[in-house]
Nanobody, 131 residues
Framework: VQLQASGGGLVRTGGSLRLSCVASGFTLDYHVLGWFRQAPGKEREAVSSINTADGRTYYSPFVKGRFTVSKDNSKNTVYLQMNNLKPEDTAVYYC?????????????????????????WGQGTLVTVSS
């Protein structure tokens, strides 16, 4: 079982990047796929999630309106389109997955992404936004 995140890079303020998270060894159907990030010297923070069964999405307030999470179940891949990037978006971005159970999504919507038990994590991809 593996998650492979990619697509990071160096971009200027206002630019865009699209991150990909490819799952192997299992199918992403009936999972929650989450994106997290960790900037140097800072705590990890939740960014966005998608319910791969029905496409519902969740965004942290600081990315809402700028980032879009999407899925392609045929490619076993989830994407994070990041637009209007800011220097404070600089971080290593990780994808993680939790199997979807009856109360998983409602728990996420009520308590946030940190309330879930994320079973598998990708290795991270670095996003650097220059000012």
């Amino acid at each position: 079982v593996q998650l492979q995140a990619s697509g990071g890079g160096l971009v200027r303020t206002g630019g865009s990047l699209r991150l990909s998270c490819v799952a192997s060894g299992f199918t992403l159907d009936y999972h929650v796929l989450g994106w997290f990030r960790q900037a140097p010297g800072k705590e990890r923070e939740a960014v966005s999630s998608i319910n791969t069964a029905d496409g519902r999405t969740y965004y942290s307030p600081f990315v809402k309106g700028r980032f879009t999470v999407s899925k392609d179940n045929s490619k076993n891949t989830v994407y994070l389109q990041m637009n209007n990037l800011k220097p404070e978006d600089t971080a290593v971005y990780y994808c993680a997955t939790d199997r979807l159970k009856s109360d998983t999504w409602s728990g996420l919507e009520t308590w946030g992404m940190e309330a879930l038990v994320w079973d598998y994590w990708g290795q991270g991809t670095l996003v650097t936004v220059s000012s």
